[in-house]
């Protein structure tokens, strides 16, 4: 199977050294044909996309802690096609270059619908030409993509998260032009492990400790779906609807096992992390790999509430409550069983989720 890269936009260094195109550069992009990155060479079993995220240097430390990513180099992308850029270029705003990374990774060990959920997490969708403190075209949100497969894989996985903001500006193209940064940019936080980067380690540190992978628990059609989920469920999961209070189908349930997305079987929690709350619902202190989640502010019935969602799914789940003194952690995710399906231990590797068992003590 081969290898995909993955390019995404990142800050340019403060003091860049300019590089002088020569005839030979400007002979290549007069004759190139798209894609166009001189540097990268296809190898079997290898994948490739290119991420434009804000400060390249952020996001090539994101990209590199992900397991299955075997090389990420930071570049500038499609931008103006008479133009060779650097960083002295490109930080002026007007080549229309992009600050991204190529992402290169093993498709048996990391799906590109993993990589496209971390970098949704880290990057705010909602502004243009800024992330974070950085303003300028240079630090415009992209994900550019070089083959048909990837193309669909992006544009679904976009079209899920899109949903979620009133506001989405991720150029989503097909790579145009790459090049390489200068070197000093290239693994700029290993050689400068206090260097600025506008990703937080907590998004950073989330993200790197990936436990299970979205691409193994596709979203189905919306037809399938509504066929698949009795009424309750699909009002639960589709509808934002909360099933009634003790008398739902696990909130008394103290068997081992995990609870899956009635959706999509992606995992979310285990019965080690159950406990019983009081509330009449299923309540866990944390979830199997905090990445299956995506939480959004909810101002409904007049409280300020977050909203827990799957992150493959896109079901809503229920609630996340903080500073509780009844949970182990401090939290409480206060679930719908509606939203659950309920895998025993003595099945689990049955069904496919054998991985998981050391997360049920």
């Known amino acids: 199977m081969a290898v995909v890269a993955l390019i995404i936009t990142a800050c340019t260094g403060i003091n860049g050294n300019s590089v002088t195109p020569i005839a030979e550069e400007m002979e290549e992009i007069d004759q190139m ?13 290898v994948n490739v996309i290119y991420l434009a995220g804000g400060c390249f240097w952020g996001m090539e430390k994101l990209m590199q802690s992900i397991p299955g990513v075997v090389n990420v ?9 008479d133009t060779v850029p650097d960083y002295k270029k490109v930080s002026t705003g007007q080549t229309g270059y992009r600050e991204t990374v190529r992402v290169e990774y093993d498709p048996e060990k990391v799906s590109l619908d993993a990589l496209l959920f ?11 030409n800024q992330q974070g403190p950085d303003i300028g075209s240079q630090y415009q949100t992209g994900v550019y993509y070089t083959d048909d497969a990837s ?5 679904r996985i976009t079209g899920l998260v899109k949903t979620r903001y009133e506001k989405f500006y991720i150029e989503i193209e097909p790579l145009e032009r790459f090049f ?3 070197e000093y940019h290239q693994n700029y936080l290993d050689k400068n492990p206090s260097g600025y980067c506008h990703i937080s380690k907590v998004e950073m540190s989330t993200v790197s400790n990936l436990v299970v992978d979205p691409g193994d628990y596709p979203r189905p059609s919306d037809d399938v779906i509504k066929e698949k989920l009795s009424d309750l469920q699909y009002r ?18 103290h068997e081992r096992g995990i609870y899956v997305d009635v959706v999509t079987g992606e995992p979310l929690f285990s019965s080690s992390d159950k406990f019983d709350s009081g509330t009449g619902w299923p309540s866990f202190s944390r979830g199997i790999d905090e990445n299956t989640f995506f939480l959004r502010k909810d101002t409904s019935y007049g409280m300020v509430r977050y909203e827990v969602r799957s992150r493959a799914g896109d079901s809503h789940l229920g609630h996340v409550f903080y500073n509780e ?23 689990m590797e049955s069904e ?9 003590k």
């Open 33 to 45: 044909t798209t894609p166009y990155d001189k540097n990268y060479t296809e190898r079997e079993g």
């Open 73 to 81: 180099v930071s570049g500038y992308a499609n931008g103006q096609a």
């Open 118 to 128: 971390a970098y949704y997490h880290v990057i705010d969708p909602t502004v243009q």
């Open 151 to 155: 193309k669909d894989t992006v544009e």
């Open 180 to 182: 390489d940064a200068e």
């Open 236 to 253: 639960v999961t589709q509808q934002r609807g909360t099933e009634p209070a003790f008398q739902n189908e696990y909130w008394d349930n």
């Open 325 to 347: 003194s009844g949970s182990p952690t401090g939290t409480r995710y206060c679930i719908n069983s509606a939203a659950l399906r309920f895998i025993p231990y003595a099945e």
């Open 352 to 360: 496919g989720y054998g991985y998981l068992l050391d997360y049920v």
